[in-house]
């Protein structure tokens, strides 16, 4: 079946520093992905998304690039804040007609000023 | 628009009572998900409804279910609760149609219950 593996955590940083956290996915058809954040206390907000191979999302400076060929979708920021503290979960969803995500295992991220 | 919400917030039962949980869509989505999120197994689908059906489900024993109104809300219900139920309770709402490419989900704040 579908499953996504992720970075172990957790990852602590100092701010300004360059995020990069690895996802790598196996999926049967034609997955769409996603990252999603979860802050302390709250619900999952999405965070990008990518529907298509060589798709690049992007919001609020992270972005992610689909690559097909690597199985791949690693978030990136240039320069984390304090502020990026949160847990962040890589998914996948079968395109077609298949509402279910499937989530990595998330990956607990700290900024340090 | 107004997001997705999940009634209650936070719940504490006892083990053998049942439980149900609410949430409302993004106004115009037809697609509800729920969720259960814990420390030990992560993040699991337990089931979609749309237009009042079922239409996908996660690994979860029978005394998991749900339902959907005719508004599109859903409720999920567990009944005899055990100390391994305790868990966040997330709903997540898509724009999907009946056939074709899935949408992007949506989630709730979730429902913190505690099975004591």
């Known amino acids: 079946g579908d499953s996504v593996t992720q970075m172990e955590g957790p990852v602590t940083l100092s701010e300004e520093a360059f995020l990069t956290i690895n996802c790598t996915y196996t999926?049967?058809?034609?997955?769409?992905l996603f990252w999603y954040v979860q802050y302390p206390g709250e619900g999952l907000q999405l965070l990008l998304k990518?529907?298509?191979?060589?798709d690049k999302g992007s919001n609020k400076g992270f972005e992610a690039t689909y690559r097909k060929e690597t199985t791949s979708f690693h978030l990136e920021k240039g320069s984390v804040q304090v502020s990026d503290s949160a847990v962040y979960f890589c998914?996948?969803?079968?395109?077609?007609?298949?509402?279910?995500?499937?989530f990595g295992t998330g990956t607990r991220l700290t900024i340090i000023p | 628009k107004a997001g997705v919400t999940q009634t209650p917030r936070y719940l504490i039962k006892t083990r053998g009572q049942q439980v149900t949980l609410s949430c409302s869509p993004i106004?115009?989505?037809?697609?509800v998900s729920w969720y259960q999120q814990t420390p030990g197994q992560g993040l699991q689908f337990l089931f979609e409804?749309?237009?009042?059906?079922?239409?996908n489900k996660g690994n979860f024993p029978g005394r998991f279910s749900g339902r959907q109104f005719s508004n599109s809300r859903s409720e999920m219900n567990v009944s005899t609760l055990e100390l391994g139920d305790s868990a966040l309770y997330l709903c997540?709402?898509?724009?999907?149609?009946?056939?074709?490419?899935?949408?992007?989900?949506?989630f709730g704040p979730g429902t913190r219950l505690t099975v004591l």
């Open positions: 106004s115009g989505h037809r697609s």
């Open positions: 999926a049967t058809g034609y997955p769409s």
């Open positions: 409804y749309f237009s009042e059906t079922q239409r």
């Open positions: 998914a996948l969803t079968d395109i077609f007609g298949n509402e279910k995500l499937t």
């Open positions: 990518a529907t298509k191979a060589d």
């Open positions: 997540a709402s898509s724009s999907t149609g009946l056939a074709g490419l899935t949408g992007t989900q949506y």
